[in-house]
């Protein structure tokens, strides 16, 4: 089973809940009767193994983190690195009678975009098999040299519930690109955008909102 280490933001499907959902207390959920699986990882950003999730101890979020995740364009990098993916299949077990959504996602990362570079994280999220998905995305201007972090909120009518007594792995797919410099056109500076903390992981909490099915 593959692991991920958490970087980066957005989030989710805009599909209203089925009638016959209610809202569940937090109380009901517990980080014991809750764990997440990474099925899948693919992408150049997440290589095998470097990739990893934790459960919160309220089990309200969990946290996806990464360790090889760079976008970079300029000197040294190869012509596909300016844009980096990746695609997880996520196996979330939860307790019978509930059903969960992502109501949100806080991503973090750092910047080092050259005068006239630019750099963009974007996020779709959709459970298998539905048709409809939201992408969300952020965009960052040179010159930058700095840590980065963005937050996205889902509001209630728009959540998009796991049908209730169903099992289905939840997709989330992230991306970031960077554009260099039209100026440098001998390729003397280098740009990138990663998703990662100062300890060179990347993390991204996902906010998750609960009901009871009927």
Known sequence: MLNVVAAGAMLVSALVAPASIATATPAVVSPNNITVDVVSANGSGCPQNSADVSV??????????????????????????FRMNCQLGLN?????????????ADYRGYAHLQAGAQGQESAYYYFQGEP???????TFAGPADRDW?????????????????EERNL???????VAGSRS?????????????????????????????CH
Do not use: K
């Open 149 to 165: 972090e963005t937050s996205d909120r889902v509001g209630v009518a728009a959540l998009s519930y796991l049908p209730c007594g």
């Open 184 to 212: 440098d056109h001998r390729n003397e500076t280098t740009s990138f955008l990663t998703m990662d903390s100062t300890d060179g992981s990347i993390s991204t909490v996902y906010h998750l909102a609960w009901r009871s």
């Open 171 to 177: 997709n989330i797919n992230t991306e970031l690109r």
């Open 56 to 81: 919160s101890t309220d089990a309200q979020a969990f946290t996806v983190t990464y360790s090889q995740y760079t976008a970079q364009s300029g000197a040294g990098a190869q012509p596909t690195d």
């Open 132 to 138: 409809h998905t939201t992408r969300i995305s952020h």
């Open 92 to 104: 979330v077990h939860i307790p019978q009678g509930l059903t969960y959504a992502i109501a949100g």
